[in-house]
């Protein structure tokens, strides 16, 4: 029994641990429409996010950060497909940036450098990303028309845009 008291501290503290990442993947999961959060586009504009995904397609929202290699390479791979995409289901591509109040300042510059035709949000505080459960970049979210969250992806390997391309075909039957 003194065993037992004496790691009860413990105990509680990764009981509440475990409840709280339950409930992060639990809400992550429970997640069906894209939730309202103010970010800023890279000339400083207000955008509110729920309001991105109305128009008359599906929406893209890529969570990606300057750092990460597999965000990058995924986001270049799409510039060359895109046009089609666009053509064919009338998506339109989000790119949100998580880099942080230290490395915001790197994402212009890439994006620039890049010619990424798409439109690009900075989240540095994660709020966006939060709200949509997103724990690890890249992770991929395909928007229907309506706003309902109806296919996510996490993580990129070359050829994932062939399934991501099969999902948007779905969406413009």
């Given at each position: 029994m003194t065993i037992m008291k004496q790691h009860l501290p413990f105990l509680r503290t990764a009981f509440a641990v475990t409840a709280f990442l339950m409930a992060g993947v639990l809400s992550a999961d429970a997640q069906q429409t894209v939730p309202s959060v103010e970010?800023?586009?890279?000339?400083?504009?207000?955008?509110?996010?729920?309001?991105?995904?109305?128009?008359?397609?599906?929406?893209?929202?890529c969570?990606?950060?300057?750092?990460?290699?597999?965000?990058?390479?995924e986001l270049n791979n799409y510039l060359e497909l895109y046009p089609d995409w666009q053509d064919e289901t009338g998506v339109e591509l989000v790119a949100v940036s998580i880099d942080d109040q230290r490395s915001k300042n790197r994402v212009a510059p890439y994006v620039n450098s890049a010619m990424w035709d798409y439109t690009v949000l900075l989240d540095p505080n994660s709020?966006?990303?939060?709200?949509?459960?997103?724990?690890?970049?890249?992770?991929?979210?395909?928007?229907?028309?309506?706003?309902?969250?109806?296919?996510?992806h996490n993580n990129y390997a070359?050829?994932?845009?062939?399934e991501l391309y099969e999902e948007l075909l779905k969406l413009a039957e």
């Open positions: 970010l800023t586009d890279l000339d400083g504009k207000t955008v509110d996010t729920g309001e991105l995904w109305q128009h008359d397609g599906p929406t893209l929202f969570f990606w950060a300057t750092w990460c290699s597999p965000c990058k390479r709020d966006f990303a939060r709200a949509m459960g997103v724990i690890n970049v890249p992770h991929t979210f395909l928007v229907d028309a309506s706003g309902q969250i109806v296919w996510q070359d050829g994932d845009e062939e």
